[in-house]
């Protein structure tokens, strides 16, 4: 069974501290995404990663870094949290091909206090 | 510029019914997928069915089909024999060569399926 899979699925945070989303893929995909998703909108891109230390600004990268050391294992890194990253986030994978089908992991309900 | 839009918020059907559900999108793009996702209550997002630009025949997975209108840019997702189940929040979603393989998606279609 392909699975994507997010670490933790829920986390309060207040505003001013770190958080650290984990993602991660048993597909051996090389291109993974982080996605915010937010009450009334679509999904929006937030980094691409297309394989190891290969990672590429998205559509809202402002706040975020990412960092992916190995190949089944995308983090996210939000370095001093605002209230307005309150949101649910989505990790996605995909083989290394533009168009390919995207799997989504369960993803992190996230609120900053 | 690309875009993705759903213009129905919300829909709702019968136990056994077809459902259709609306999609239209801009791209100037040649080669492009249109894909169709569900969001559970949970929050899931799950894969349903995905239309390459480039194949005229209209793609069909169980009991998710699709009515792909290119010329027209627009894209219905089918959902034959409805069931409970299927209630979610359903999204459209544009892919191309173009925008680093990120999905541009519409708003959603929240569904339910009364029994």
Sequence with gaps: DMKVTQMPRYLIKRMGENVLLECGQ???????????????????LIYISYDVDSNSEGDIPKG????????????????????????????????????DTQYFGPGTRLLVL | AQRVTQVQPTGSSQWGEEVTLDCSYETSEYFYRIFWYRQLFSGEMVFLIYQPSFDTQNQRSGRYSVVFQKSFKSISL??????????????????????????????????????
Excluded at chain 1, 26 to 44: A, F, K, V
């Design chain 1, 26 to 44: 048993d597909m051996s995909h090389e291109t993974m995404y982080w996605y915010r998703q937010d009450p009334g909108l679509g999904l929006q």
């Design chain 1, 64 to 99: 975020y870094r990412v960092s992916r050391k190995k190949r089944e294992h995308f983090s996210l890194i939000l370095d001093s949290a605002k209230t307005n990253q309150t949101s649910v986030y989505f990790c996605a994978s995909s083989t290394g091909t533009y168009q």
């Design chain 2, 78 to 115: 089918v959902i034959s024999a409805s069931q409970p189940e299927d209630s979610g929040t359903y999204f459209c979603a544009l892919s191309g060569n173009y925008n680093q393989g990120k999905l541009i998606f519409g708003q959603g279609t929240k569904l339910s399926i009364k029994p």
